[in-house]
């Protein structure tokens, strides 16, 4: 896994990336992680989901609340608003 996330990432990159982090966190899934599942039925609880979140902010290099996970509840809606997110952090400190 690379430390952080290229300049030029798109949002099935990201996408693949999120599918790989929830199966760390679940490593039990009889199947691979489906993007347009909702996250909470993986059984992540609220440990995994701020040590997920930090992990995403880390990859990214922007903020992540937690409560993303939530409100964007599926890695694919996750991705959407994690890539929105990471552009406007980054104009707004341009």
Known sequence: MENTASDTLTLDELERWLVDRVGEYVPDLDAPVDPQQELGEYGLDSVAVVAFAADVEDWL??????????????????????????????????
Request: hydrophobic letters at 45%.
């Open 61 to 94: 290099g922007i903020q992540v609340e937690p409560t993303a996970v939530w409100d964007h509840p599926t890695v694919a809606r996750l991705a959407a608003y994690l890539l929105a997110e990471r552009e406007q952090q980054r104009a707004a400190t341009a």
